[in-house]
């Protein structure tokens, strides 16, 4: 699976942007996506996952209630919209994919348990 991230970008506190990340080749049949940020100098993290058969969506209690993951099937897309964006949400975005959709959250948190990484896009949010 080959993923492909966009819509990053520099926006005001109080924004939004969205962002999408296709998937090329390979089977997403049972798979769940996520997208994870960093930030410079720390760790990857988790922000939000989705099961592509069925759409349920998992997040972290940070950007609860702000940010939507959501996924296109037909067009092999998962999007991320994120409103009311804060600077602690300034980082590089990334999409991945796990072959195999782990019913675990604490095991979907995980940076290592997914298979597929897209290159990355970068949001940063202003003041």
């Known amino acids: 699976v080959q993923l492909q991230a966009s819509g990053g970008g520099l926006v005001q506190a109080g924004g939004s942007l969205k962002l999408s990340c296709v998937a090329s080749g390979g089977s997403l049949s049972s798979a769940g996506m996520a997208w994870f940020r960093q930030a410079p100098g720390k760790e990857r993290d988790f922000v939000a996952s989705?099961?592509?058969?069925?759409?349920?969506?998992s997040y972290a209690d940070s950007v609860k209630g702000r940010f939507t993951i959501s996924r296109d099937r037909v067009k092999r897309t998962v999007y991320l919209q994120m409103n009311s964006l804060e600077l602690d949400d300034t980082a590089v975005y990334y999409c991945a994919v796990d072959p195999i959709y782990n019913v675990d959250l604490r095991s979907r948190s995980r940076p290592h348990n997914y298979e597929y990484w897209g290159q990355g896009t970068q949001v940063t949010v202003s003041s």
């Open positions: 989705i099961r592509w058969p069925t759409g349920s969506t």
